[in-house]
């Protein structure tokens, strides 16, 4: 019996088609995988089906629900409330499809919080900012259980975890869907995950659904084969014997909060064109590094240098030639880019960092090359952010990251929003990058692909730097 419907469901935003004639069943029990890249119309379907679609938003079609629907959402510490606790928070969820008192939905909370593998007791009157991103994530699939759902739509939930709490918070989900018969829409840009997991998948692309079947079958249709192949793709590299001094150095580096000790004597030195990631679960400290090196924190103690130069001991003109000298690129475009600024200014934004002030032509110039060379048409500078996919946002990224001429570029989860065949067109673009003498920081989760991409891995684990998973890779140095 169908719990969920979608019957030729359209979306649109202005002008923009973000959904077009959707058709959907999902049954009782079964888990069905809902994948595409940014921009493929995947949030739109899931806020059709919760009726949550935003103002201004114009829809066709219908949705026809036979019970409750509830969402697991991609970031918790987004979705909760985080001046109200989180036992409190489930609590209310509780409240709001039965008559509970406050204590017996406290009560409830409490046995949900054990089926998460969540310890109640401890959890219960903590506030949001006090779990890690993993223990966030399983409060937010307690709220979700809480209203005893038909269905669960579960929008990229484990995008911002670690390989292996990844892993743990999806093999939950599932299995609280598959134990309480719920139906499960995977959300999700991850081929590899949809296979692992769903009965069955559809392929979104450019808002129609392009692919649809039962799994394994489904993986020979040629999309999906396509994307499968994409999947371990690793990078052409050009490598050139690499020389000079280094353009990172990091030494004796300390750095705590509080009595909790974060960072312990962390060294490392990066070399003009080097790739180098930096894997470690959540809460092994690097963001609390990536923060150091761009010079947003002080560390207690230690030396960050940049082409030569201590970023935490100058100022001035000084400073500001140091932060020319390295630019970073991160996570969610979507985020990083004002969508009330035209791409043009966006990507200038840097070149007042530049030693000595540029004309109107000077500026254009340097934008519209910066553009060629991260594969746009220089006239994307006319644009908004809003017009372009996930991909070509990040290619945006990179562009404002290249317009100053940096030596190190700083990657914070660059790729982990996009999907396989996008993230691997942007890993050929840092690939070439690295290959003309700019060196490359990559924070990731994705162990396999930096295996792929980089010269040198290293593991932050317990506050120190150790060797990493192995890499496919070797530079020649001078």
């Not at 092994?284 to 560390?299: A, D, F």
Request: no cysteine; aromatic share 4%; hydrophobic share 50%.
């Amino acid at each position: 019996m169908s719990v969920l419907r979608f019957d030729r469901v359209g979306v649109r935003y202005g002008d923009r088609v973000a959904l077009h004639d959707f058709s959907l069943d999902l049954a009782a029990g079964e888990v069905v995988a809902l994948i595409g890249g940014t921009g493929s119309g995947k949030s739109s379907a899931s806020l059709a089906a919760l009726g949550l679609l935003p103002e201004g938003a114009a829809s066709e079609g219908q949705v026809v629900r036979t019970g409750p629907v509830a969402m697991v959402f991609q970031e918790p510490l987004l979705a909760l409330d985080p001046l109200m606790r989180v036992g409190a928070q489930v609590a209310e969820a509780v409240r709001a499809r039965s008559r509970a008192s406050r204590a017996e939905a406290l009560d409830e909370s409490a046995q949900l919080f054990d089926d998460v593998g969540l310890d109640a007791q401890a959890v219960l009157t903590r506030y949001p900012h006090e779990l890690s991103g993993g223990q966030r994530q399983r409060v937010g699939i307690a709220m979700a259980l809480a209203s005893k759902p038909a269905v669960l739509i579960a929008d990229e939930p484990t995008t911002a975890l670690d390989p292996e709490t990844t892993a743990q918070v999806i093999a939950l989900i599932v299995s609280a869907a598959r134990k309480r018969g719920m139906a499960l829409l995977l959300v999700t840009h991850d081929l590899a995950l949809a296979r692992a997991h769903a009965d069955r998948v559809v392929l979104l692309r450019g808002g129609r659904i392009v692919e649809t079947g039962a799994l394994p079958g489904a993986l020979a249709l040629p999309h999906i084969a396509a994307l499968l192949e994409r999947l371990d793709h690793v990078p052409a590299r050009h490598p050139r014997p690499q020389t000079g001094a280094s353009v990172l150095s990091v030494r004796g580096l300390i750095h705590g909060y509080g009595d909790k000790t974060v960072l312990s004597g962390i060294d490392l030195d990066l070399r003009p064109g080097e790739i180098a990631g930096l894997v470690g679960p959540s809460g092994e400290g690097k963001s609390t590094l990536l923060r150091l090196v761009l010079g947003l924190e002080t560390p207690q103690a230690g030396t960050v240098q940049i082409a030569g130069t201590d970023i935490h001991r100058v100022r001035g003109a000084a400073l500001r030639d140091v932060r020319r000298r390295m630019q970073a690129v991160f996570q969610d475009p979507g985020a990083s880019l004002d969508p009330t600024w035209r791409v043009g200014r966006i990507v200038a934004e840097p070149l007042a960092l530049w030693p000595e002030r540029l004309s109107h032509e000077a500026i254009a110039a340097r934008v519209a090359t910066a553009l060629v060379r991260v594969g746009l048409d220089g006239s994307a500078a006319e644009a908004f952010p809003g017009a372009f996919s996930g991909g070509q946002r990040q290619r945006i990224a990179l562009a404002r990251a290249l317009v100053v001429e940096p030596a190190l570029i700083v990657l914070d989860e660059a790729t982990s929003a996009l999907d396989a065949a996008v993230r691997a067109d942007i890993l050929d673009l840092i690939a070439g990058l690295a290959d003309t003498g700019i060196a490359f920081l990559f924070v990731t989760h994705d162990h396999a692909m930096i295996a792929g991409l980089a010269d040198r891995v290293w593991r932050l684990s317990e506050g120190r730097l150790i060797p990493g998973v192995p890499t496919r890779r070797a530079r020649p140095v001078q």
